[in-house]
T-cell receptor, first 114, second 113 residues
Framework: SQTIHQWPATLVQPVGSPLSLECTVE??????LYWYRQAAGRGLQLLFYSVGIGQISSEVPQNLSASRPQDRQFILSSKKLLLSDSGFYLCAWRPSGPWLDTQYFGPGTRLTVL | KQEVTQIPAALSVPEGENLVLNCSFT??????LQWFRQDPGKGLTSLLL?????REQTSGRLNASLDKSSGRSTLYIAASQPGDSATYLC????????????FGTGTRLKVLA
C-alpha cells in the first residue's frame, strides 16, 4: 500500500531563517506531487506541483521554492522566511495517468514564523 | 479564474440531524469535484469524488450531488454523529493533465451529543 510522509510535524523558525520541508511517498512510482499551504482563516492554496523528477510548476509568486530530487521526494524550501510564510503545509500525491483518482494528503507540517 | 465558495462557514447541529453543506464554483468547465474532511491539525481525507459527467456519489451516510451547469454541489450527511465533527472542504479540478485542485474555504461542522 502507498503511504505519504511529511516532516517535521511542527516547526518554529525566526524571520529570515532558511526552511526545508520534506515529503516522501512510498509504494508507488512516478506520482504527481503537490505542495499546498493553509493559512489561518484562509482556504487551501496550491503552491507547487510536479509531474516528474526535476519538473516543478509554481502556482503563485512567493518566497518559497520546490524541488524534486528523486521520484518520490518533494522538498519545499526558502532562503529567508517571512512572517507571512506561517501556516499549515500539506503535501499530496496522485497516481500519474489519465484515470480518475483522488489526491492523497500527508499529515502536514505546522510552520510558525516569529 | 475559478472561485470556489462554501456556505455556511460554520455549522453546529444536535446529534441525529440530517444536514446539507453547500459548495459553489464560478466556472462550470470542471473535470471533477471532490469532497474532503479535515480534522483539526490533520491532513485531508477524501470522502467522495464526482466526475463531471456524474450527478451524484454515495458512501454510507454521505451523499454528494453535482449540478455542473449551475456550478453547485451539495454534501448530504444523514443522521449526524459527534464523530462527524470536522471541517469539510470541496475542491474542483479543471486540468485533466495535472489534476490541480482549487479548494473552497470549508465548512466547520460541530455535531453536539
Amino acid at each position: 500500500s502507498q503511504t505519504i510522509h511529511q516532516w517535521p510535524a511542527t516547526l518554529v523558525q525566526p524571520v529570515g531563517s532558511p526552511l526545508s520541508l520534506e515529503c516522501t511517498v512510498e509504494g508507488t512510482s512516478n506520482p504527481n506531487l503537490y505542495w499546498y499551504r493553509q493559512a489561518a482563516g484562509r482556504g487551501l492554496q496550491l503552491l507547487f506541483y510536479s509531474v516528474g523528477i526535476g519538473q516543478i510548476s509554481s502556482e503563485v509568486p512567493q518566497n518559497l521554492s520546490a524541488s524534486r530530487p528523486q521520484d518520490r521526494q518533494f522538498i519545499l524550501s526558502s532562503k529567508k522566511l517571512l512572517l507571512s510564510d506561517s501556516g499549515f503545509y500539506l503535501c499530496a500525491w496522485r497516481p500519474s495517468g489519465p484515470w480518475l483518482d483522488t489526491q492523497y494528503f500527508g499529515p502536514g507540517t505546522r510552520l510558525t514564523v516569529l | 479564474k475559478q472561485e470556489v465558495t462554501q456556505i455556511p462557514a460554520a455549522l453546529s447541529v444536535p446529534e441525529g440531524e440530517n444536514l446539507v453543506l453547500n459548495c459553489s464554483f464560478t466556472d462550470s468547465a470542471i473535470y471533477n469535484l471532490q469532497w474532503f474532511r479535515q480534522d483539526p491539525g490533520k491532513g485531508l481525507t477524501s470522502l467522495l469524488l464526482i466526475q463531471s459527467s456524474q450527478r451524484e456519489q454515495t458512501s454510507g451516510r454521505l451523499n454528494a450531488s453535482l449540478d455542473k451547469s449551475s456550478g453547485r454541489s451539495t454534501l448530504y450527511i444523514a443522521a449526524s454523529q459527534p464523530g462527524d465533527s470536522a471541517t469539510y472542504l470541496c475542491a474542483v479540478s479543471q486540468d485533466a493533465g495535472t489534476y490541480k485542485y482549487i479548494f473552497g474555504t470549508g465548512t466547520r461542522l460541530k455535531v453536539l451529543a
